[in-house]
């Protein structure tokens, strides 16, 4: 049978097709048990140091930033890839007891117990208050936009990785996932990526402000989920780990779905990273949004003209994709994503991003120009339609890439250069 996902937009499922996806057959995954993909990511080694030695697109500068925006991400919440719990990302409430007025919230007192329930109570009879609440609190810890979806199984991995350090190469194995009983959200976490940074994908100063996203993924997802877990819900965060991010993020009006396989919000387009919060507490679920990105897609076609693998489809939506990393069952935009990851490798530029850098949807926020484009993307494009809008956005000279020098400020190359001359 097949079924709509949104009322509003064309993505469908076969019921009969359709299988919760195995995160052991998304890219990273694989690089912990597939021989083909393996080969693929042991490029990456030489393709960053041949990166380094020429200087070109990406410097020693660049990666440096990069290994530093993912610090925090990887010290602290490194399995937000693999099988989520650990960390800033751990499903349970895991104070130091030296921080005694936080430890003390977790103590086993009758009266604290007493109050949550009371507070419990009050907040089933008004969950919009928890739901403004847990969005204010959301934004305060640095998310750009937040939406709350319902609860939707389909999403969920249907299996984890249990032994993250497959990477380290111990055994690779995986679990059938579980989350706690009573789970009815998601709350949805959106975190705009830098537009001057992304103008420098791919490679450059790009790949850092990708890293210190997945760091801001999960100090806000960790710091919220807290946040529930110490008014006596439960709470668990989530990055890669765990669930499809798009489906939620579509679910709780973030943005529609698009050729390139990304969430295109309204805002900030296809620039932002996603995390998550599952939880039991009372909320008030937010609705799906259409701003025409669909219909814009079908004509656009940029992305897939751009990408330097080929790995973004030029046709229609279709019922399944080229590779084992494609869900099955699901009517829409698929990318080869090998085609993608192998890219990856063999550039060296961690991420990629030029289908980012050059959607028209992406653009910058900070100018007064943004709100010509707001206007042109809810009035005139719907209009023009894709072709025109894309041809329009190429006139206008948007979408370009520019070095990583213009980021900085100065010439890496020409300094070091200059340096050895001496
Ligand atoms: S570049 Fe064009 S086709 Fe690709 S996602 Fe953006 S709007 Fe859609
Ligand atoms: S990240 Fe790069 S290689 Fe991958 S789909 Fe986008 S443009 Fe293509």
Known sequence: MVEKIWDNMPWKIDTEKFKRFDQKYTMFSRTGWDPEIQTMAKKTVESVIRNIKKGNRSTLL????????????????????????????????????????????????????????????????????????????????????????????????????????????????????????????????????????????????????????????????GSLAEFLRALGFTAIPSGNDLAISIPYAISAGLGEFSRMGLLITRKYGPRVRLAKVFTNAPLVPDRPIKFGVYEFCLKCKKCAEKCPSQAIPYGDPEWEGDTQSNIKGVYKWYVNVEKCFEYWCRSGNSACGVCVRVCPYNKPVDKASYYIHAFFREYIAPIVGGEIGKKLDDVMGYGKRKSSSSWWGFDYREIVSKTKED
């Not at 937040?146 to 999403?155: E, K, N, P, T």
Request: glycine share 8%; with cysteine.
């Open 62 to 221: 660049d990666y440096a930033l990069m290994s530093a925006g993912w610090w925090v991400a990887m010290k602290s919440a490194p399995y937000q890839m693999d099988h989520g719990d650990g960390g800033l990302l751990s499903w349970k409430s895991d104070i130091s007891p030296v921080f005694t007025i936080a430890s003390a919230l977790w103590n086993e007192n009758s009266e604290l117990k007493r109050e949550r329930e009371k507070f419990q109570k009050s907040i089933e009879k008004n969950p919009d208050i928890l739901s403004r609440t847990v969005k204010k609190v959301a934004k305060y810890f640095g998310a750009d936009l937040v939406g709350i979806a319902q609860f939707d199984i389909r999403w969920v991995y249907s299996h984890r990785i249990l032994n993250p350090r497959y990477h380290l190469g111990e055994e690779f194995s995986e679990d059938p996932l579980d989350l706690p009983e009573g789970i009815k959200y998601c709350i949805v976490i959106g975190i705009e990526e830098d537009y001057y940074m992304q103008e420098t994908a791919d490679g450059g100063v790009s790949m850092g402000d990708v890293g210190f996203g997945y760091s801001k993924m999960a100090i806000i997802a």
